[in-house]
């Protein structure tokens, strides 16, 4: 996958979005009508959870899901993507991110992750439920890190990448489109 830079054109300027898991961020200027889904009582959101979707009737022009599908139990992941697809419009996009766990140092980390996933895994879920992936990539949110390795320590990183499947792009974003 190459190294790029958070995108998040694909959710802008858009009529609808659902910030899936947004905690207490807020991304209402991506959009004109602007819906959180979160669990945390203390979030002001229109939704406690993906069941609700399903009863209120509304579909979504986008979804944005920052890192949230790794601390879904994995036996519910495919009820919980089906609830997010059902509520996509046709055409509709989802960016969704996803801590790389080919960077397992900072993965294992995070004691609130339930289901390490690759991109693989993530896709299938995906287009199982009618979200054709139009692409994937890694990024890390201090690329500059990345970029600015000497020579000698590239070397070693491909080497880790190659043999160990090691990382060190911290994240990785997967862009679908509702079928």
């Known amino acids: 996958l190459r190294l790029d830079r958070l995108d998040c054109s694909i959710i802008s300027n858009v009529e609808s979005l ?5 905690g207490d961020s ?6 004109k009508h602007y819906w959180k889904l979160e669990p945390d009582a203390r979030v002001n959101a229109q939704f406690r959870s993906h069941y609700e979707l399903v009863n209120y009737h509304q579909t979504f022009d986008a979804v ?3 890192q949230v599908f790794e601390h879904i139990e994995k036996h519910e992941l495919d009820f919980v993507i089906g609830y997010l697809s059902s ?3 046709q055409g509709a996009k989802i960016l969704a991110t996803i801590p ?12 609130d992750h339930k ?3 690759t991109f693989y895994q993530l896709g299938a879920l995906f287009e199982k439920n009618k979200i054709f992936v139009k692409d994937v990539y890694r990024y890390t949110k201090r690329k500059h890190e990345i ?3 000497d020579p000698n320590e590239q070397i070693v990183l491909d080497v880790l990448k190659k ?4 990382d060190p792009a911290n994240f990785v974003a997967i862009i679908g489109e509702k079928q």
């Open 163 to 166: 043999f160990f499947e090691l």
């Open 115 to 117: 289901s390490p996933l």
């Open 87 to 89: 509520s996509m419009k």
């Open 147 to 149: 970029d600015l390795v």
């Open 64 to 66: 944005y899901a920052n």
């Open 18 to 22: 659902l910030d899936f898991g947004a």
């Open 26 to 31: 807020d991304n209402s200027g991506f959009c």
């Open 100 to 111: 790389n766990i080919c960077n397992w140092t900072k993965y294992i980390c995070d004691w």
